[in-house]
């Protein structure tokens, strides 16, 4: 008896999963643009690829993060702008303000250490880049969700947002 060939994904579920939950990652930044701002401890460490298309901001910034670069979006954050495929931000590096635009498809993860909340996204390749084989794992991405012990208190180690 002959096996039939498994059946294709052309509804291409995987994309569509991924879309939906950089949705949250945009009503996230929506709540936090609100005159309001973020509630109660909230505060989102944002990593993305710096090469990606659509990334944009100053060359020099940019330059010190050739693959990826993580923000911080606490209490010193100006001129949030959250829209439907990018969002923009003023943050201060070396004490100088320096606005940043990050298309939410560049977007690798969104973790809000204060519920110990974690996405991690798969993003394309960038031009030159080989794209990753089906079996790989996004290593940072597990390392970061396997450092998080919802049983510990809410201390998080900078180390996984470290470059090394």
Do not use: C
């Amino acid at each position: 008896m002959a096996q039939d060939p498994p059946a294709q994904d052309q509804m291409h579920y995987e994309a569509m999963a991924q879309e939906a939950l950089r949705g949250v990652v945009k009503a996230a930044l929506k709540r936090a643009a609100a005159p309001d701002g973020l509630p109660g401890a909230h505060h989102f460490y944002i990593t993305f690829k710096s090469e990606a298309p659509g990334v944009s901001g100053p060359a020099d910034l940019l330059g010190k993060y050739p693959d990826e670069m993580t923000i911080v979006l606490q209490h010193q954050y100006w001129d949030l702008a959250p829209g439907e495929t990018f969002f923009s931000v003023t943050l201060k590096f070396g004490g100088q303000p320096k606005r940043l635009s990050v298309p939410y498809a560049a977007v690798t993860r969104f973790y809000d250490p204060s519920v110990q909340f974690l996405l991690s996204f798969e993003t394309a390749p960038a031009a030159g880049e080989a794209p990753a084989a089906a079996t790989d794992k996004p290593a940072a991405a597990d390392a970061a969700a396997a450092d998080v012990d919802p049983e510990a208190a809410n201390v998080v180690s900078l180390d996984q947002f470290r470059k090394k």
